[in-house]
């Protein structure tokens, strides 16, 4: 006979097992559902609340930017200039999900002690619309105010730069593998099903789908809620066929570097870097153009020492602090003056179109328009309906 | 008195661990699932139509996600077993060692192991190479599509189904065997008869333990699928995190939460709850 108690003691474990395995399970799903409720009412619409400034700048400042964004030198070098104190944190990985970690508290008000973060355009906007960012009280931030370049002093979503203040800038385009993909000249080119399976787009919609508006000859700066569909509809199509292998945020590195892919939809920073690593790969201007954004500096609700936030803004907008800044990032850098430096110092950067793109060389680039609410969400919801096919 | 209090006592840790952490967190989920308006404007108002939409929306992801699991499951078990039996009945001494060797890539983090199956399958690696070869890989590549997903579902659960199998292997009393062939079993009769469903336990911990997870994954489809290959995790990651449509992201998650459970039952009822409590080795 088998000893029962030893018997009796395996299904035991074994039941325990399983009630782990169920319990693992559910727990799975819950995590997919996200940090849980409470996620009712924002502030007030349009609620223009305006920061005020508090004489001289003094106490600590807390920064929120994306993760190699800035060089070494400059945070030491502010605190040394104003006698601030910086606490500088990269914690923004992507738009959608530091909205996603943030909302909760700037529906309370609250910015979970950021006096300062960075975001791009359309999220800006979209905080903006929720009543979740400040003004700014310009008197705080004269260089801005004379060093902002000039194509960047009116965006659609903010005319008069009222609450948002560029960081960097950048350019989405084309990136191609020279070597096996010499031909791909156009948005238009990566649909040739001689790149079948080759290519990757990117999942930020407001990048890859104007862009696709622009091979079919649409103006995306004018384009109506019907020809966004129109354009979802022809990657949909694309990525049935297979044509469009995947789709990246700046994951496209790997399967660029490796020849998964032979051209991609992709950012003119990261191909600067890249091309570092390998020569082989090159950003191009897109014969339909590009597509414009910048990722801005902006005060949200609640955020402790705005006069420290607005110092920062305006320390960065001096020319020679935006020089060091812009020696190691390599986007597109939104002050007057910064080549001007670089001709004397680093020539070579400072004749780089992606770093300091002339007027002829963009003049067929857009910028994404603000999109409502109920647009936004009827659009990434058919858009997300292709990502997730 | 005291002796009916010490049970609640010793209880309590886990209870207050899972009301605070599980419960808690579902009643704001199932209420969120309810609720409609974009956010900033969520309002609450018995909103069924988030599950109808969501079911109606992504059927085929589900589908999908449950062929993954269930294939990757079946294969996980086609491999599993003979190792496991192999170490528990001929590995002699080195026992330990393969055990270890099971575990070991658990050293690693799960995310990093996907990463580098992205690396091994990327189209110029040898591995592709030799796939493309031999005919398993017709288009030139393996990665972005569902076979890459379903490999690497395979892999990354793989330890949960040797475990489960091994312990329940190793607890059978060779003796039971042995007397089998005293009463005239051949080898495959005996194992047919004694051995498999003596490890029946196990082998129900295991399924349960690779296909509920694996349904629920979406590392997966995002490192070594391509467009056609995303999984239900996927879309509820994308219309929490992307589209910020929480109400649709908590439904979603109801309904998986749901056909898994029930998938379980039945297959519980189907394999037997005495095999799960091991009632045929009395």
């Not at chain 1, 060389?361 to 309906?385: G, N, R, V, W, Y």
Request: charged share 20%.
């Amino acid at each position: 006979m088998v000893s029962s108690e030893k018997d009796r003691r395996g299904r035991q474990t074994v039941l325990a097992v399983l009630l782990a395995a169920v319990a693992l399970a559910l727990d799975l799903a819950a995590c997919g559902g996200g940090g849980g409720g409470g996620i009712e009412g924002g502030g007030g619409e349009e609620s223009a609340e305006e920061v005020k400034l508090q004489g001289k700048p003094s106490g600590t400042v807390t920064i929120s930017n994306w993760p190699l964004y800035i060089d070494k030198k400059t945070v030491p070098d502010f605190e040394k200039a104003t006698g601030l104190t910086v606490k500088y944190i990269e914690d923004v990985n992507d738009n959608a999900e530091f909205f996603g970690k943030m909302q909760p508290l700037l529906s309370q008000g609250e910015s979970g002690g950021r006096s300062l973060f960075v975001v791009t355009d359309w999220m800006a906007n979209k905080m903006r619309q929720l009543g979740y960012l400040q003004n700014l009280d310009k008197s705080g931030i004269p260089e801005v105010e004379k060093n902002l370049r000039g194509p960047l002093r009116h965006p659609a979503f903010d005319p008069n730069r009222d609450f948002s203040v560029p960081w960097q800038s950048g350019m989405t385009g084309i990136i191609v593998r020279k070597d096996l993909a010499p031909n791909v000249h156009s948005i238009c080119d990566l649909f040739d099903p001689k790149y079948k399976g080759k290519v990757d787009f990117l999942t930020e919609m407001r990048d890859t789908v104007p862009l696709v508006m622009k091979c079919e000859g649409v103006d995306p700066e004018k384009a109506e809620a019907g020809d966004w569909l129109k354009a979802i509809e022809k990657i949909k199509g694309a990525a049935q066929s297979g044509q469009i292998r995947r789709f990246t945020g700046n994951d496209y590195a790997s399967d660029l570097t490796s020849g998964n892919v032979v051209a991609v939809i992709g950012w003119s920073g990261d191909a600067v870097q890249l091309q570092i690593e390998n020569p082989n790969i090159e950003w191009r201007m897109p014969t339909e153009g590009c597509m414009l954004w910048s990722d801005n500096m902006v005060i949200p609700v609640g955020a402790p020492n705005p006069t420290a936030a607005e110092a920062w803004m305006n320390y960065v907008y001096e020319p020679k602090n935006q020089a060091q800044i812009e020696a190691y990032v390599n986007y597109v850098t939104p002050v007057e003056g910064v080549k001007e430096l670089f001709e004397k110092t680093e020539p070579e950067l400072a004749k780089n179109q992606l770093i300091f793109p002339s007027e002829s060389f963009t003049k067929k680039c857009s910028i994404a328009p603000p999109l409502s609410a109920s647009e936004e969400q009827k659009l990434t919801q058919a858009f997300d309906a292709v990502l997730n096919s | 008195m005291r002796r009916r209090i010490v049970p609640y006592f010793l209880l309590s840790p886990g209870t207050i661990w899972l009301v605070l952490f599980f419960v808690v967190p579902l009643y704001y989920m199932g209420k969120l699932s309810l609720e409609s308006g974009v956010v900033g404007s969520l309002e609450f108002n018995w909103n069924w139509s988030n599950y109808s939409e969501a079911l109606s929306l992504y059927d085929s992801q589900f589908i999908r996600s449950f062929v993954y699991a269930g294939v990757a499951t079946l294969l996980a078990l086609l491999i599993s077993y003979p190792l496991a039996y192999t170490i528990a009945f001929k590995a002699g001494r080195w026992r330990n060692a393969l055990l270890f060797a099971v575990v070991a890539p658990f050293f690693t983090t799960y995310l990093i192991r996907t990463l580098a199956w992205e690396t091994m399958l990327s189209d110029e690696s040898p591995v592709t190479k030799f796939l493309h070869t031999v005919g398993l890989a017709p288009s030139g590549h393996v990665l972005a599509t569902s076979g890459a997903v379903i490999a690497g579902l395979t892999y990354n659960f793989l330890p949960f189904m040797i475990l489960p199998i091994y312990a329940s292997l190793e607890r059978i009393d060779v003796r039971l065997i042995e007397a089998s062939k005293d009463l005239y079993c051949s080898a495959a009769q005996g194992f047919w008869r004694v051995t498999l469903p003596l490890s029946a336990p196990g082998i129900v911990a295991g399924t349960l333990l690779t296909f509920i997870p694996a349904a629920g994954d979406y590392v997966n489809a995002q490192f070594l699928g391509g467009v056609g290959n995303r999984m239900i995790g996927n879309v509820i990651q994308s219309l929490y995190l992307t589209q910020s449509n929480y109400p649709s992201a908590a439904a979603l998650s109801f309904v998986l939460m749901g056909l898994i459970m029930v998938a379980v039952v039945v297959y519980i009822r189907f394999a037997g709850s005495e095999a799960l409590m091991g009632e045929e080795a009395v």
